[in-house]
């Protein structure tokens, strides 16, 4: 029973409803898609700081390794 308490909770909720957001915004007259991407640059901003903090920092080279880990998570979906 718990369940669907736990989905609405975490961030995948929040980032479909503003995915939903600027859905609605490029198929409808409603114009709430702007505000939808300026919070999709706040999260992503969020967690990429959230993410160097609890990884990066404590490396001996921590901008190399991010730029490395950002590499092999990117790339293959282009090639």
Same mark, same amino acid.
């Given at each position: 029973? %718990?369940?669907? !308490?736990? +989905?609405?909770?975490?961030?995948? $909720? ?8 600027? $859905? &609605?915004h490029h ?10 991407? #300026? &919070? $999709? ?6 967690? +990429? ?5 609890? *990884? #990066?920092?404590? %490396? !001996?080279?921590? /901008? +190399?390794? /991010?730029?490395?880990? *950002?590499?092999?998570? !990117? &790339?293959?979906?282009f090639v």
């Amino acid at each position: 029973m %718990a369940a669907p !308490l736990t +989905i609405v909770q975490g961030p995948g $909720f929040l980032r479909l409803t503003l995915a939903l957001l600027v $859905f &609605v915004h490029h198929t409808t007259r409603v114009s709430l898609g702007m505000a939808a991407v #300026y &919070v $999709f640059f706040e999260l992503s901003g969020f967690w +990429i700081c959230t993410m160097w903090n609890e *990884r #990066y920092v404590k %490396a !001996l080279f921590p /901008y +190399i390794i /991010y730029l490395v880990s *950002r590499w092999w998570r !990117l &790339v293959p979906a282009f090639v």
